[in-house]
Structure formats: C-alpha cells, structure tokens
C-alpha cells in the first residue's frame, strides 16, 4: 500500500514562490490501477515524483509497503526505489550506445553493482520483451523503435528488477489511440497480477480503465 499524507511541494519562480502541491493526502491498495489526472502544470509529475523519491517534499510523508521513504536518505532512497519501483518516465531517456536489450539489463547491474549481467538477468529481459511483444527487436538500437515501441521498452525495463509497484507518467502521450489502449491494457494486467500501478494520464479513455482516479484541480 501506498500513504501519502500531507504533503506539500513549492518551487521558487522569477514572480516568487509557488506552490504546486497542497497538503495532499491519498490512499493508494495494493493490486491497484490508481489514475491521476488534471489540467496541465497542475502538479501532477511532481506529485509522482515524489511518491519515486525522484524529488523531495517540503511538507508530509510517503509511506510504500510500510517504510516512510520521505524519511530516507539518498542515499538508502535510490536502494529501495530500485528494489521496489518500477518508473516509466515521459522522456524516452535510453542509452543509444547500447542496444534495447542491454538497455534493459543496465537495470540489473545498476541495482547490484555487478559489471556483467548473469544469464539469468538475460533470459529475465529476454522474456520481457517477448511479453511485451518486442522480443524480435533486442537487438536493435532503441533510436530505430516506433513510439509505442519506445513505451513498452520502457515497461520492460521498469519491470526488470520485478518491483511491486510501478509508476507512469503520461505513458501514452503522443501515441495513437490502439497503442495507448494496448499500452494501458499492460499496465491494467499488472495490476491484476498483484502490482500497484500509479498512472499519470490526461486521456479519458485510459482513465476508464483505472480501478480509481485521483482528480487534482488548484
């Protein structure tokens, strides 16, 4: 379970400060595709952002499975997103020097420090991808990947340390509408099979498809 309480998150701007998050408090189950929604700007990036440990809050706590991350150091923050989030940013932020599936191994050597990837981390990708239906493509350059492509080598590599929860930010922006239903129905699956999805989404129709929505409005 995810616990969000209080919290709250300013930014300095060239008009003073402004304050994006107001002492916002969320509930989040297990096994659970958790929208969030609102207008552009209003927060909704820095909100997740936080909830990975990406960025720190000025005010309130979050609690994932029982440890108080907002508590963390950077420390010990980075060691438990890697064991236990799954992030799916909006940039496509891969290395053009490696391959799609070295890119997605990185993921398991980063985590454990290790220099070369065990066959069992290569079969592990292996399988993501071909269960993202992109198995054909480990071995290409991720500049060459179509953009539904690009999201769900973004799937598979936040999936590749097994994290119970995984957080997307607008997934399935500037995608066509039967590979964002196709993107949303992977993390709907996720969800079923026990992982806590927090999606970030502007699209009603992949809202349709949350088991609960988070509207934030200023």
């Given amino acids: 379970m995810i616990l969000i309480e209080n919290l709250s998150k300013k930014f300095a701007t060239p008009n003073g400060e402004k304050k994006v998050l107001d002492n916002i408090s969320i509930s989040i ?3 659970t ?3 969030i929604s609102g207008d552009s700007g209003i927060g909704k990036s820095t909100l997740v952002s936080i909830i990975a440990g990406l960025q720190k809050a000025d005010e309130g706590k979050v609690a994932i499975d029982g440890t108080e991350t907002t508590s963390l150091s950077d420390d010990e923050m980075c060691a438990f997103r890697n064991r236990n989030i799954g992030f799916v940013s909006q ?3 891969f290395l053009e020097n490696l ?7 990185l993921v398991s050597l980063l985590s454990r420090k ?3 990837a065990a066959r069992k981390d290569i079969e592990r990708a292996e399988k993501l991808l071909a269960d993202l239906g992109i198995g ?4 290409q350059s991720p500049s060459s990947l179509s953009g539904g492509e690009n999201r769900r080598l973004l799937i598979a590599r936040a999936l590749m340390n097994d994290p119970k929860t995984i957080i997307a930010d607008e997934p399935t922006d500037a995608l066509d509408r039967e590979t964002a239903d196709e993107t949303i129905g992977i993390f709907k699956r996720l969800s079923e099979s ?3 999805v927090v999606l970030v ?3 009603g129709e992949s809202l349709k498809k949350c088991d609960e929505i988070f509207f934030m409005r200023k």
Wanted: proline share 0%.
């Fill in 194 to 196: 026990g992982k806590t």
């Fill in 99 to 105: 391959n799609v599936i070295e890119n997605v191994v």
């Fill in 114 to 116: 290790k220099r070369r």
């Fill in 136 to 139: 054909n493509l480990a071995k």
């Fill in 33 to 35: 595709l958790f929208g």
């Fill in 29 to 31: 189950k297990d096994g």
């Fill in 91 to 93: 940039e496509q932020s």
């Fill in 201 to 203: 989404t502007h699209d």
